[in-house]
């Protein structure tokens, strides 16, 4: 049987998106695994999976599965490229998107330009989730983290340069660290002024990214937490920028930035067995 699927990417951070309501293809993590493989499958970050919607206050039900085989519960830059998909078939300028992590608003800017109403972020140990009571501004860890969930776990380290750190090394290691509960995104920050950081993301399960969206907006609370940043910044990541405003009256964070088309195809299901 022959799938259609849609390749697409936010600043470098590259997604297969299939749309489920048609072809209600069974997943599991084999499959996951060898459709997002570059070798082997399509080639992709994460997997992005379509269907009708649950909520009646949602235009369509959006999983994201990272390379790994797992499970996310939110993907910023996926979230955007969804919204690409969704202006593209159907030639509007507003939809909501419901994930794992909740209900997710999008606006479109432009054709290649998106909004994302990321949702409040989760302060509160129980929350990200860690594994015991501990300040979340102040992780017990070697390099002084702060944590918060933008809808799945991220921990932030500041640092003077960024190019002295080694994000594959340090993330690999931090990542599965006894205090992230469900493992952690790990995040390393170098302000360059109150309103613009330069920033690369471990992401867990999926490894080092040219950008990630949630990362991008943990990075941005947690520099407003720490007193380093205004609450408007523009995030500077290896495949573009993003623009993030935490909306002080909403507590909403607010993502913008670039979506991109590469190509369209399909594969035979059968070459993806479970």
Same mark, same amino acid.
């Given at each position: 049987?022959?799938?259609?699927?849609?390749?697409?990417?936010?600043?470098?951070?590259?997604?297969?998106?299939?749309?489920?309501?048609?072809?209600?293809?069974?997943?599991?993590?084999?499959?996951?695994?060898?459709?997002?493989?570059?070798?082997?499958?399509?080639?992709?970050?994460?997997?992005?999976?379509?269907?009708k919607p649950k909520d009646s206050n949602a235009?369509?039900?959006?999983?994201?599965?990272?390379?790994?085989?797992?499970?996310?519960?939110?993907?910023?830059?996926?979230?955007?490229?969804?919204?690409? =998909?969704?202006?593209?078939?159907?030639? @509007?300028?507003?939809? &909501? #998107?419901?994930?794992?992590?909740?209900?997710? *608003?999008?606006? !479109?800017?432009?054709?290649?330009?998106?909004?994302?109403?990321?949702?409040?972020?989760?302060?509160? =140990?129980?929350?990200?989730?860690?594994? @015991?009571?501990?300040? &979340? #501004?102040?992780?017990?860890?070697?390099?002084? *983290?702060?944590? !918060?969930?933008?809808?799945?776990?991220?921990?932030?380290?500041?640092?003077?340069?960024?190019?002295?750190?080694?994000?594959v090394f340090s993330g690999k290691m931090l990542?599965?660290?006894?205090?992230?509960?469900?493992?952690?995104?790990?995040?390393?920050?170098?302000?360059?002024?109150?309103?613009?950081?330069?920033?690369?993301?471990?992401?867990?399960?999926?490894?080092?990214?040219?950008?990630?969206?949630?990362?991008?907006?943990?990075?941005?609370?947690?520099?407003?937490?720490?007193?380093?940043?205004?609450?408007?910044?523009?995030?500077?990541?290896?495949?573009?920028?993003?623009?993030?405003?935490?909306?002080?009256?909403?507590?909403?964070?607010?993502?913008?930035?670039?979506?991109?088309?590469?190509?369209?195809?399909?594969?035979?299901?059968?070459?993806?067995?479970?």
């Open positions: 049987m022959n799938i259609p699927f849609y390749k697409m990417h936010g600043i470098g951070n590259d997604f297969v998106i299939i749309d489920n309501s048609v072809n209600n293809i069974e997943l599991n993590e084999r499959r996951i695994k060898t459709l997002c493989d570059r070798r082997y499958g399509i080639g992709c970050d994460q997997l992005i999976i379509l269907s235009d369509i039900y959006v999983r994201f599965f990272n390379e790994g085989g797992d499970e996310a519960g939110a993907c910023g830059n996926g979230s955007r490229c969804v919204a690409g =998909w969704l202006h593209h078939k159907y030639q @509007r300028k507003e939809f &909501t #998107l419901q994930t794992n992590a909740g209900l997710l *608003p999008v606006e !479109v800017i432009d054709n290649h330009t998106m909004k994302v109403n990321m949702g409040q972020p989760r302060m509160k =140990w129980q929350d990200i989730p860690l594994s @015991r009571d501990v300040d &979340t #501004l102040n992780l017990p860890l070697s390099g002084d *983290p702060a944590a !918060v969930s933008m809808g799945n776990p991220h921990a932030t380290f500041f640092v003077e340069d960024l190019s002295t750190v080694d994000p990542e599965k660290d006894p205090l992230f509960a469900e493992g952690a995104n790990i995040g390393f920050v170098q302000m360059l002024d109150r309103q613009s950081m330069r920033v690369r993301v471990w992401e867990r399960g999926a490894g080092l990214t040219l950008a990630c969206g949630s990362g991008a907006c943990a990075s941005v609370v947690n520099a407003v937490r720490r007193g380093f940043a205004d609450r408007y910044c523009e995030v500077k990541m290896d495949g573009g920028n993003l623009i993030i405003e935490w909306d002080e009256e909403t507590n909403n964070v607010l993502m913008t930035g670039a979506v991109h088309f590469s190509f369209t195809g399909q594969f035979d299901l059968d070459n993806y067995p479970l």
